[in-house]
């Protein structure tokens, strides 16, 4: 399976600021998946960001408060901007192994908005 | 839209002892997979077992196996010897594959926290 890290593992941050969250793949993946895990709650998909195209964002979830990036086949980054306290949760990101239609987890990034 | 649900919030079990986990789903659709992931207090989601709708054997994998009834549109896990280390929240996922290859997006159960007991 790909070996995948995230950054930051954690944060605290203020209310009105930005976080941006970066994952990385240790291989070449098409597809990267983001997930959003609110206390005490499953796993929510926000968005699917492909190489070279724009995410496609799930219902509920907009590309102003969550732009998310995907420069290269290895790596992307999540922002959440603009934050509140509603925005604490736990953001994973993960990646597709297509020919065994396997979906593989980073270690999340745990934030707490004050 | 697919659903997954899981009823029983929390279950506890005896180490060495076997213990099942319910699922059930919805869908309309024939091809698909479903999935158990754990996800232990350090918060990594582990992949346990897979199962693909169009195979009627039963996945197992050493300890954990599972029990998919396809017409009931069921997917139990059964965890056998239980450890202290299976401690964690036990999620149940399905996922539709893209009819061009590749998967869509996992839809997940709201999980059942399992704690295995000395």
């Known amino acids: 399976s790909a070996v995948i890290s995230q950054k930051p593992s954690r944060d605290i941050c203020q209310r009105g600021t930005s976080l941006t969250i970066q994952c990385q793949v240790d291989s070449q993946v098409t597809m990267m998946f983001w997930y959003r895990q609110q206390p005490g709650q499953s796993l929510t998909l926000i968005a699917t960001a492909n190489q070279g195209s724009e995410a496609t964002y799930e219902s509920g979830f907009v590309i102003d408060k969550f732009p998310i990036s995907r420069p290269n086949l290895t790596f992307s980054t999540l922002t959440v901007s603009n934050m509140s306290p509603e925005d604490s949760s736990i953001y994973l990101c993960?990646?597709?192994?297509?020919?065994?239609?396997?979906?593989?987890f980073g270690p999340g990034t745990r934030l707490t908005v004050l | 839209a697919q659903t997954v649900t899981q009823s029983q919030p929390e279950m506890s079990v005896q180490e060495a002892e076997t213990v099942t986990l319910s699922c059930t789903y919805d869908t309309s659709e024939n091809n698909y997979y479903l999935f158990w992931y754990k996800q232990p207090p350090s918060r990594q989601m582990i992949l346990v077992i897979r199962q693909e709708a169009y195979k009627q054997q039963n996945a197992t994998e050493n300890r954990f196996s599972v029990n998919f009834q396809k017409a009931a549109k069921s997917f139990s896990l059964k965890i056998s010897d239980s450890q202290l280390g299976d401690t964690a929240m036990y999620f149940c996922a399905f996922m539709k594959p893209l009819t061009q290859g590749g998967s869509e997006k996992l839809v997940f159960g709201k999980g059942t926290k399992l704690t295995v007991n000395p």
């Open positions: 993960s990646v597709e192994d297509a020919t065994r239609a396997l979906q593989f």
